[in-house]
Structures are given as C-alpha cells and as structure tokens.
C-alpha cells in the first residue's frame, strides 16, 4: 500500500499530500468509493455542504472502521451560510451529517465578493477552531484581493488556499502569492475533470518515458511541485492507479514538456471574482 506523505499546514496540523475529491457524487455512491478509497490507502477526504454529500463521506469513514484520527476530513462553507452565526450554525450542521464531532480543515468556499460575507465568516471560523470544531481552517477560490482583507481583519492565517489548479492553468502567480503568506495551495480538478487534459500527446510521451499513465503524471506533476491534491474517481482501478505517484519523479525535461500545456483554460469558466454559488 502507498504511504502517502503529509505537508504541514501553518498552524503544524499535517495533511495529506494526495486525497480523494468527492464533487458531483450522490450520498450512497460516495459511501461506497470513501470506503474503497480509505481500503487502498487514501487518508484524505474533500467534500463541501454544497456536494450535498457530506452523510455518504461520514458513512464511507464508519464503514471502514479506521480510528477517527487516522482520516484527514474536509469540509466547506457553502455560499448561503456565509455570515457570523451562520457560519457557525452551518459547520455544526456538516458534523451531523458527516457524524463526526470535528473536521481537520474548514474553508470557506467562494469568496463571493458581491455578498462581502467573507471576513464576518472567516471571524465565525476562528471562534469554530478556538472551540475545537476543526483542527484548521483555510479558504478556497480566494485572490490577493481577498487574502489581504482576511489579513487586515485577523491573525490567523488561512491554512490552504484551494484553487483550480491543473497543467492547463498552472496559477504560478497565485501560488507565488499563497507561499508568501505562508498559505498551502491546494489544487482542484487536478485532472482538468479528466478527458481533453489526459489525452494530449505530450503526457503519453512522459508517461511511456516512466511506465505510468496520463493521470499519474499529472498527478506527479501537483505532488512534485509541493501541491496536495484530491483528485475524484469512481472505480477501485482509478483509484489505486491515482495514488500510486510517490515512486517516481518527473525530470525537467518531462516539466518542460508539460508546461506547454499551459494556455490558462479552466474546466468551468470559474473566475473567483465574479462566480457566484451558494
Ligand atoms: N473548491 C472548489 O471550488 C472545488 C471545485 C471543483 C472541485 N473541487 C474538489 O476537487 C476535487 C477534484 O476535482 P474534480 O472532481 O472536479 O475533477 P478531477 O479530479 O480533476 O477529475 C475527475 C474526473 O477525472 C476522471 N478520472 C479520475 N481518475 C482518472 C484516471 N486515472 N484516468 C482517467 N480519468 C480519470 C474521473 O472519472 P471517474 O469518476 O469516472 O473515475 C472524473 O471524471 C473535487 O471532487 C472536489 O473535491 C473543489
């Protein structure tokens, strides 16, 4: 089994480098892959109140009858909930589904600018982690903008910053960003959703160079760069085949390569400054 390695976030809570994402998957078909996922050595849930899922990760965590502390568990702050009391009602309400009484990381999950919800939540969320109700908290989608006014507000700085982040939209700049303030960047839709990313030629070609497949070296290429990740797959194959990236390393040559695959596309047309979900 893969011993994946952990990062340590800012506040000395570690995280797993690689888990499993776990977006647009009904609460049954989610108990089912957590389980798996944690039977082939996953240690890392994502998920949000907005996946409307949160019942099925907590479900796939019991089933497996790992220790509680042995399961790194993400949660979100969807954008309704946004708010001081709010916020904190509705992260007690995502421990009821998920039938846990703590999460290890909680983020606010758009920033939603238009609402101007953020800061009072992120106020909400310290109280949550003064009080033991998550181990960290962090935030997601967040630009400069954003981080700036969580840091003229508060002390505590964010854990991760999860943002897309793929060989199509690589994020140097904000990743830069996130590093000087001593924020982890997390990527999601590390695969791009799978599909057009994994079929270009040139992560084949760096493939067949390693034995490995399109996904793997996409993979490698978040973990090398010091990225965690979760990328979602439905099947046991997927999901073993998706972990197994700790044995090998990219050469430069192979990251040059897979840089020309950078032309700023992302999956969903999501810009943090104007998208809006709630
Ligand atoms: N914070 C945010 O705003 C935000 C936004 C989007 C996503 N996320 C998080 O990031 C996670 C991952 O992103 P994502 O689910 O959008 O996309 P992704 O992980 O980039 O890609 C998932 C897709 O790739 C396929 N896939 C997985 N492994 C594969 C492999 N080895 N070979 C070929 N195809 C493979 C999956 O198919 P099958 O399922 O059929 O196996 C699925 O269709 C989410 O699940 C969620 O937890 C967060």
């Given at each position: ?14 995280i ?122 962090g935030?997601s ?39 000087r303030r ?67 390393a ?29």
């Amino acid at each position: 089994m893969t011993a994946v390695p952990t990062v340590p976030l800012n506040n000395g809570v570690a995280i797993p480098q690689l888990g499993l994402g776990t977006a647009r998957l009904p609460d049954e078909e989610t108990r089912r892959i957590v389980r798996e996922a944690l039977e082939v050595g996953y240690r890392f849930v994502d998920t949000a109140a907005s996946y409307e899922n949160e019942r099925g990760v907590g479900e796939g965590i019991a089933d497996s009858g790992l220790p509680r502390e042995e399961v790194f568990v993400s949660t979100k702050l969807r954008g309704r909930d946004q708010g001081s009391d709010s916020a904190k009602e509705a992260l007690r309400s995502s421990l009821d589904r998920l039938g846990l009484d703590f999460v290890d990381l909680y983020l606010i999950h758009w920033p939603l600018p238009r609402l101007d919800r953020y800061v009072a939540s992120w106020q909400a969320m310290e109280e949550l982690l003064a009080e033991g109700l998550t181990r960290a908290i962090g935030v997601s989608n967040f630009l400069p903008e954003h981080l700036d006014r969580l840091a003229a507000a508060s002390s505590t700085v964010p854990a991760v910053n999860q943002i897309e982040c793929h060989p199509r939209e690589p994020q140097l700049e904000q990743r830069a960003d996130d590093a000087r303030r001593g924020i982890v960047t997390e990527s999601w839709s590390p695969l791009a959703n799978g599909g057009e990313l994994l079929r270009q030629p040139v992560l084949a070609e760096v493939g067949a160079r390693h034995g490995r497949t399109p996904a793997q070296v996409v993979l490698r290429w978040h973990v090398q760069q010091g990225l965690v990740t979760f990328p979602k797959a439905s099947s046991r194959g997927r999901l073993v085949e998706n972990l197994d990236v700790f044995d090998f390393a990219l050469t430069d040559q192979d990251l040059a390569g897979i840089a020309t695959l950078a032309d700023g596309t992302r999956v969903d047309g999501q810009f943090p400054d104007v998208w809006e979900e709630f």
